[in-house]
Each structure stands twice: as C-alpha cells, then as structure tokens.
C-alpha cells in the first residue's frame, strides 16, 4: 500500500513560485502514477497535474499549463509540483494522490491521497 504526505506549501505574493514536494512509503512506487489536485474554499477538487509512473508523460489542467511543472524521483519516493507565475486564483489545498498504472483527470479514479497542503497567493 502507498502512504503520500504533502509538504512545501504558504504564503506567497502574487508571481511568485512554490514548490510543492509529495513523499510516499509502500512498495514499487513506479507501479503507481501520481496526480496533485486543489480543492478550494465551497468548491469541488479539481485535477491541476499528472504523470505516469516512469515519469515519460504527463499531463495538465488549461489554467496551469505554462506555469506548472509535475516531476518524480522514484529513487527517493517523491513526486513535485513547481508552481510558477502564481495568481490569487490558485489559492487552495493542494493534494497528492497516486493510482495503479496510467494516470487520470478524475480524483474517482485515485486509490490514494496525502492530507494536502495550503497554497495561499495573496492579491
């Protein structure tokens, strides 16, 4: 089984970067692709981020591409998301969340999630 704990998370002022980092324990971490979702204040999750378990593809939302980047180091367990160019509209919990084999747009599709971490862009 996969254990995944989100960290790196805070406050940041408009146009600024963050680098959000997602540590996981359990066996054959390649096995799984790994995704990072938000969820705001009133608002259902919403997928920002994939890639698959070799770290090959990826995938990612209209509104972050450009901005974004979602990377792996499977020798240290982890998964990253760099959030660059931040605006007051990313302000959110942010998730890690892992699935068997390809990786998904739909938060239904992941078997696992960290407890998240808030991104705070101040305006």
């Known amino acids: 089984q996969v254990q995944l704990v989100e960290s790196g998370g805070g406050l940041v002022q408009t146009g600024g970067s963050l680098r959000l980092s997602c540590a996981a324990s359990?066996?054959?971490?390649?096995?799984?692709?790994m995704g990072w979702f938000l969820q705001a204040p009133g608002k259902e999750r919403e997928f920002v981020a994939a890639?698959?378990?070799?770290?090959?593809?990826?995938g990612y939302a209209d509104f972050v591409k450009g901005r974004f980047t979602i990377s792996r180091d499977n020798a240290k367990n982890t998964a990253y998301l760099q959030m660059n160019s931040l605006k007051p509209e990313d302000t959110a919990v942010y998730y890690c969340?892992?699935?068997?084999?390809?990786?998904?747009?739909?938060?239904?599709?992941?078997?696992?999630w960290g407890q998240g971490t808030q991104v705070t862009v101040s305006s």
């Open positions: 359990g066996r054959t971490f390649t096995r799984f692709a």
């Open positions: 969340a892992a699935r068997p084999g390809y990786y998904s747009r739909y938060f239904s599709n992941y078997d696992y």
């Open positions: 890639i698959s378990g070799s770290g090959d593809s990826t």
